[in-house]
């Protein structure tokens, strides 16, 4: 099939495996203390650290220079989100400097990710099918913070971070556009796109078994 063709049976796959992602649950089970906001920020910082890293890494063993200036930008934006938090955070009294989530080392989808050597892998995993589920986490946790009554960390997320993951996902979906054209190619993609699902999938629900733990923002 063509790029176009192969995006588009890739999105409505991805799309079909999040709505029935169980709309309380969440991407990691590390919460600590009560579920309210500053708890659920704490969440977020390890999300946008480890999306800032993965990104990172990708960039600079990366030869393709449209998908390392695509990288580029993502790091950036995940890095200005971790700083986002850390002083929304701070607004609420908790001081970021004082945590270090990434002390107990990177989660199993970062794991994976950092598996991943092609650039057509890399993609569908991450910006394209990860970013995906920051989205639809993003708008859970925007909703949660309406409904607790804490509209500013909702505009964070709705007016800032929100509009940037959507940006990564398109730049996926462009990137994919042109990366995709072989059906090696398109199966590689294809594999990734599935394993990130399925340990998104495998995480929420140790989350809710182990912590009930819903509504944590993506990156």
């Not at 200036?69 to 986002?84: T, V």
């Not at 909703?143 to 909702?154: M, P, S, Y």
């Not at 993609?189 to 599935?194: G, M």
Request: charged letters at 25%.
């Amino acid at each position: 099939m063509t790029s176009e063709e192969f995006v588009a049976a890739l999105d409505a796959e991805n799309q079909a495996r999040l709505r029935a992602l169980e709309p309380d649950a969440t991407l990691t089970p590390e919460v600590k203390g009560p579920l309210n906001v500053p708890n659920l920020l704490k969440v977020a910082l390890r999300n946008e650290a480890e999306a800032t890293l993965i990104a990172a890494r990708w960039l600079v063993t990366s030869s393709d220079l449209k998908l390392m200036l695509s990288l580029a930008r993502q790091a950036a934006d995940e890095a200005k989100h971790y700083e986002l938090v850390a002083a929304r955070l701070t607004q609420l009294g908790f001081d970021a400097d004082t945590f270090s989530p990434l002390a107990g080392g990177v989660g199993p989808l970062t794991t994976y990710l950092e598996t991943l050597t092609a650039d057509v892998e890399r993609v569908a995993a991450g910006q394209f099918t990860r970013e995906a589920i920051a989205i639809v986490k993003n708008r859970q946790f925007i909703e949660f913070c309406e409904r607790v009554g804490d509209k500013e960390t909702a505009a964070l997320y709705r007016d800032v971070i929100e509009p940037d993951e959507r940006h990564h996902h398109e730049l996926g979906r462009r990137t994919l556009l042109r990366l995709a054209t072989t059906p090696e190619a398109q199966a590689a993609a294809q594999r990734a796109a599935r394993r990130t699902l399925e340990l998104a999938d495998e995480l929420q629900k140790k989350a809710l078994a182990t912590a009930g733990i819903h509504h944590a923002p993506g990156c």
